[in-house]
């Protein structure tokens, strides 16, 4: 076995140590030897002994050593020799490659897919990126760029753009309208612009974009835009039919807005909806519940808001998203009969997550909600922060159906000893991993 052994700051020595092969594993490709090794000599090689007057070979790399102390390394076959020669020489192509797309500053072949730029570039090294013909640029991430939009909007070569993220680029409502008079973006699916300040008339350019249109993501989480501007977005039903994401976090909706959204019926492919933090209470949420539309709806996130149970009990009994994977309802007003209302729910059937934390679940609500049987594929439970108490932590032990469920949290909820006993003897959760009673 050789490796590097450190002598001083500044100097290095190359060594070698002598051993026997105690083991090979023909399954696990693994050789053990009466080596000691050290765990900075991972990744040296293992030679064979001199034989005859040859020279040794390398058959193998030093991975470790086991509890026994012994060293062990992966074997280094046929197959992994010719994997390696591939990888090199894959790599090697790729480095030739773009060595001639910098000097040409053009990509004829498509070959760079991604660019992460963010705020390692200055300006001027993005100014010269522009003049580069990146023909098969599909995703560009210019976060915390204060001027990536100005510097995008230069560019008239990268025409197969789909997924552009500016977000933190202090963008405010005038740059939206060169945003959505771009005609080079006709491919664009994701647009991500979180943290920034747009407002009313920025989200109108945007909607009013006729080169905008196959848009699938829209992430506006952190603005500054209200009713107003959702009630346009909302509106906006000739366009953006392939929306499948939506994110208006961390604005000034209402229930206006809410509402707006609620009453879209356009938005048939929409899967995830995240209106957290956006002062929607119980108006805005009963159309949103009432919605019958979004039938491929996986993800509904309305956490931090003003819902109580008028507003949460029509979402509970919505029968039209049956795909619906993750509820999050945290923080908000809810208390039993909402609570009830989303446990008798009999159509999600796929639901994976479900988050009611800090809100004003009893017992009452609690032991209906582990009573279901229809969530098969529950693997997170979130209750922390309510009331359910001793009573509701005896129901919770006692469930029989969630034997995917990896997660529990019921923190805050005033359980004592019976209820965490309760809870410990639970057979059927064998794949909890984490638990917080």
């Not at 280094?76 to 773009?98: A, H, M, P, Y």
């Not at 771009?182 to 989200?203: A, H, P, Q």
């Not at 989303?342 to 009893?362: C, P, Q, V, Y």
Request: net charge negative; proline share 1%; glycine share 10%.
């Amino acid at each position: 076995m050789q490796g590097m052994k450190e002598g001083s700051e500044i100097s290095f020595e190359q060594w070698k140590e002598r051993g026997i092969i105690q083991n090979i594993e023909a399954k696990t490709g693994l050789i053990h030897y009466d080596v000691n090794a050290g765990p900075s000599q991972s990744g040296g090689g293992v030679f064979d002994g001199e034989r005859h007057g040859l020279e040794s070979s390398v058959i193998g790399v030093h991975v470790g050593r086991d509890k026994d102390s012994s060293s062990f390394a992966c074997i280094i076959t046929q197959e992994r020799f010719d994997e390696l020669l591939q990888w090199i020489n894959v790599s090697e192509g790729k480095r030739k490659k773009f060595k001639e797309i910098i000097q040409s500053k053009d990509d004829k072949e498509g070959v760079i897919k991604r660019l992460q730029l963010r705020e390692t570039y200055e300006q001027a090294e993005l100014g010269l990126l522009t003049e580069y013909k990146l023909r098969g640029l599909e995703e560009i991430d210019l976060s915390c760029k204060k001027e990536g939009l100005e510097f995008l909007c230069k560019n008239t070569f990268w025409e197969n753009l789909q997924s552009i993220n500016l977000s933190w680029n202090g963008i405010e409502d005038d740059a939206c309208y060169s945003l959505s008079k771009n005609e080079t973006w006709k491919n664009l699916k994701t647009l991500i612009l979180r943290s920034n300040y747009i407002g009313d008339d920025g989200i109108s350019a945007i909607v009013k974009s006729k080169i905008l249109l196959g848009l699938e993501e829209i992430d506006l989480n952190f603005n500054k835009f209200g009713s107003p501007g959702v009630i346009a977005l909302a509106d906006n039903t000739l366009s953006w039919n392939n929306l499948k994401r939506l994110d208006l976090s961390e604005n000034d909706i209402g229930d206006e807005g809410a509402s707006a959204i609620g009453m879209n019926m356009s938005w048939k492919k929409l899967e995830y909806l995240s209106l957290s933090r956006t002062r929607i209470d119980d108006k805005g949420a009963i159309v949103i519940g009432s919605n019958i539309t979004w039938k491929n709806l996986k993800v509904l996130r309305l956490v931090c808001n003003k819902i109580g149970d008028d507003g949460a009990v029509p979402i509970g009994k919505n029968i039209t998203w049956t795909n619906l994977e993750e509820l999050d309802l945290s923080s908000n007003l809810i208390g039993d009969k909402a609570a009830i209302a989303i446990a008798e729910n009999r159509s999600w059937t796929k639901l994976k997550i479900l988050n009611l934390g800090i809100n004003n679940i009893t017992a009452e609500g609690g032991e209906v909600i582990v009573k279901n049987d229809v969530w098969k594929f529950l693997e997170v439970l979130r209750l922390s922060y309510n009331e359910i108490q001793d009573r509701g932590a005896l129901a919770t032990g006692s469930n029989s159906a969630w034997c995917n469920l990896k997660e529990l949290y019921l923190a805050g909820n005033q359980i004592g000893e019976e209820g965490g006993v309760a809870i410990g003897r639970n057979m059927t959760w064998k794949k909890l991993e984490q638990t917080y009673p």
